[in-house]
């Protein structure tokens, strides 16, 4: 059996926002099933779970001696893994893998930018003029990124473990000022969204939060 690790509560409040999500998804995408050991905050940082995630973060993953951290690559292992989320011809799987490293080095970490900004920088006197400086930066990898979907479903051919990474990254953004700018990308979000195994992944991540919090 496979085990994740995920927040005993999530400061997302059921969004679907913190990281097990990605790797629920992915694991609904393939048909594995799996548990999850919820971590409360108070044992993040304990050697048991360092074991695990040398930075004491959430989500893991154990399947048999194989232990893993980091979500980006915890969902490249489920895709060589088990059929569904990478397909079969070596160039289209090296192209995936492209879009993969691209969400989690070219993307995510702009948009990680805004919610440092915005929450942790708040009180800075400078904070007032970085924002528009990091949100123009948004601005500008989201018209490449709509540029390059164009028309299509998703990002290179058939849905796929790249399609995983990047609507969770773009989904950090819904509702908000530069994603909403590009129809095509919230679109694309959507429609990732509408997947029966993002459904089943986000329904999971939910359940736990309301446990949680009744
Ligand atoms: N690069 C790592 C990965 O992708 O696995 C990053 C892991 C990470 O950031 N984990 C966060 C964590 O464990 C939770 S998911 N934080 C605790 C700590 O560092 O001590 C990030 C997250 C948290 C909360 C929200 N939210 O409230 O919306 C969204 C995303």
Same mark, same amino acid.
């Given at each position: 059996?496979i085990?994740i690790?995920a927040?005993?509560?999530?400061?997302? +409040?059921?969004?679907g926002?913190a990281r097990d999500m990605i790797v629920r998804w992915a694991l609904e995408e393939?048909?594995q099933?799996y548990?999850a050991?919820?971590?409360?905050?108070?044992?993040?940082?304990?050697?048991?779970?360092?074991?695990?995630?040398?930075?004491?973060?959430?989500p893991?993953?154990?399947?048999?001696?194989?232990?893993?951290?980091?979500s980006? /690559?915890i969902v490249?292992?489920i895709?060589?893994?088990?059929?569904?989320?990478?397909?079969?011809? /070596?160039?289209?799987?090296?192209?995936?893998?492209?879009?993969?490293?691209?969400?989690?080095?070219? !993307?995510?970490?702009?948009?990680?930018?805004?919610? !440092?900004?915005?929450?942790?920088?708040?009180?800075?006197?400078?904070?007032?003029?970085?924002?528009?400086?990091?949100?123009?930066?948004?601005?500008?990898?989201?018209?490449?990124?709509?540029?390059?979907?164009?028309?299509?479903?998703?990002?290179?051919?058939?849905?796929?473990?790249?399609?995983v990474?990047?609507?969770q /990254?773009?989904?950090?953004?819904?509702? +908000?000022?530069?994603?909403?700018?590009?129809?095509?990308?919230?679109?694309?979000?959507?429609?990732?969204?509408?997947?029966?195994a993002f459904?089943r992944a986000f329904a999971a991540q939910l /359940?736990v939060? +309301?446990?949680?919090?009744?």
């Amino acid at each position: 059996m496979i085990t994740i690790t995920a927040f005993a509560d999530s400061p997302d +409040q059921g969004a679907g926002l913190a990281r097990d999500m990605i790797v629920r998804w992915a694991l609904e995408e393939v048909g594995q099933p799996y548990e999850a050991r919820l971590v409360p905050w108070k044992d993040f940082k304990k050697p048991e779970h360092r074991q695990r995630q040398p930075f004491g973060q959430i989500p893991t993953y154990e399947e048999g001696d194989l232990v893993l951290f980091e979500s980006g /690559a915890i969902v490249l292992h489920i895709a060589e893994r088990f059929p569904g989320l990478f397909p079969g011809d /070596a160039n289209a799987r090296a192209r995936a893998i492209t879009w993969m490293f691209a969400t989690v080095s070219d !993307v995510e970490p702009l948009i990680i930018q805004r919610e !440092v900004t915005e929450y942790l920088e708040s009180d800075k006197s400078w904070a007032a003029e970085r924002m528009p400086l990091v949100e123009q930066r948004i601005r500008e990898r989201l018209s490449e990124l709509s540029a390059y979907i164009g028309g299509a479903d998703w990002i290179d051919g058939e849905f796929g473990a790249a399609d995983v990474l990047l609507v969770q /990254a773009l989904r950090r953004l819904e509702g +908000q000022g530069p994603l909403i700018e590009f129809p095509l990308l919230t679109a694309y979000v959507e429609r990732g969204k509408a997947r029966p195994a993002f459904k089943r992944a986000f329904a999971a991540q939910l /359940a736990v939060f +309301q446990r949680a919090n009744a």
